[in-house]
């Protein structure tokens, strides 16, 4: 069983701006894969098909960004889901919109919802795909940056940075996620 899940928040308000990256990415993997996100438990909504000899969960947390670990570590243990099959997907300061970046483990870089869900996990080893959203402006506050939408010259870059994204959470369904860091980094 392996388990990928997009952080964001949830509610209209917060679709499509820099935050929720990762359900979007979720939203793509949905189209991709043919899964419905149709449980609802775990304070978080989730799906989950058998691809090839893989059992794959998708998951959006509920519980808003910076309570994260609070849906995404009882689904784990209900289901038995191992650290090493849990792939977080997540913006990143970091990285220019169109970037994605793969780890295996690191801190929380100041990301409320990684620090989250290493707090509930008790352990920063787990596979992650950083997209890029870029840094604000001088003088832009981080919190209206990142609930801000992306503006149409970075929205080009970030829908094929969203499919980018996906694809690597579909190549880790069949393969290592060492590979799949070596192909898509």
């Not at 970091?94 to 780890?103: C, E, N, S, V």
Request: aromatic share 10%; charged share 25%; proline share 4%.
């Amino acid at each position: 069983m392996k388990l990928v899940v997009g952080l964001g928040n949830p509610g209209n308000k917060f679709d499509q701006t820099r935050h929720n990256i990762g359900f979007e990415v979720i939203d793509k993997c949905l189209d991709q894969l043919s899964i419905d996100l149709d449980q609802s438990k775990f304070k978080g909504i989730y799906g989950y098909k058998k691809v090839g000899d893989v059992k794959l969960y998708l998951l959006k947390p509920m519980t808003y960004m910076n309570l994260s670990g609070e849906s995404i570590i009882p689904l784990m243990k209900y289901y038995k889901i191992e650290k090493e099959n849990l792939l977080v997907v997540y913006d990143d300061l970091d990285l220019p919109p169109g970037t994605i970046r793969l780890r295996q483990k690191g801190s929380h870089g100041g990301h409320n919802g990684i620090k989250s869900i290493i707090s509930h996990l008790g352990s920063d080893q787990f596979n992650r795909i950083r997209v890029g959203i870029g840094r604000p402006s001088q003088g832009q506050p981080v919190p209206d940056y990142v609930l801000g939408k992306f503006n149409e010259n970075e929205r080009k870059f970030v829908d094929e940075t969203v499919e980018k994204a996906a694809n690597a959470v579909e190549a880790w369904t069949t393969n290592s996620f060492i590979n799949v860091m070596n192909e898509y980094n």
